[in-house]
C-alpha cells in the first residue's frame, strides 16, 4: 500500500463537500481565537448519525479509501468502538502574522478513533496565504534535534510535502507521520482561508 496519493477532487462532489462545510463550520464564523478560526465537529458513527449528508459523505469517503488503494473496513467490531471520525477544519489568517495550527508532527491510528485507520482529506479551499501545505515523513517521526547538522547526517529526516490547492483529495495511510505547515497572508487586505474536512475510518 503506498504511504499517500493525492489527486483532483471529483467534480461531482464539490457541492456536496462545500455545502456540507458550510453547514457545519457557520456558527464558528464570529469566533476568532488567536487569529485563527477552527472548528472540530464531533465524530460521526454511521450507524448512529442521522444527518444524510454526514451519511453520504462516510460513504463518499469509503468508496474512494477502497477505490485508490486504502482499504477499509465496513463491519463494525464493537458497540463502543469509534471506527470512524468526520472533522470539519478552518483556518483564516489575519493580517501579516505567522499562523501554526494547533497540530503538530501526528499519526491518525488510535487517535480521534479506537483503531488503526486509512484517512482521506478533502481540501475545500486554500486561498489568499503562502504555506499551509501538509509535511510527510515517510520514515517515522521527527525528532528536535540539540545538535541538528550532527544528527541529522547520522539520521536523515525525509519530508514529502504535499502543496495544498482548492479541490485536491488526499489519502493517507494511519500510521504515517505528518503535520500542517505555517501560513501567513499573501496580502494584507484579503485574510486567506484554508479549508478541509477529515474523514478516517477503520482499517486492518
Known sequence: MDTYKYIDTPEDIRVLLSELFDKEIHDMEDENLDGRLEQYAPFY???LC???????????????????????IDTPVSETAVECVVEFHMYKAIGDEMMSP??????????????KVNTIIFYIEKTGLS???????????PHKKSNPLVELIITPIIINRVIVESNKILFLRGDVWHEPETMRNISNEINGVRKCIVVQIRRD
Open 131 to 141: 504555506g499551509g501545505d501538509l509535511l510527510i515523513y515517510p520514515n517515522g517521526k
Open 45 to 47: 458513527k454511521p450507524d
Open 50 to 72: 442521522d444527518d444524510p449528508g454526514i451519511l453520504r459523505l462516510v460513504d463518499i469517503s469509503r468508496e474512494l479509501l477502497n477505490q485508490h488503494g486504502f482499504p477499509v
Open 102 to 115: 494547533e497540530f503538530t508532527a501526528h499519526i491518525d491510528d488510535h487517535g480521534a478513533t479506537t483503531c
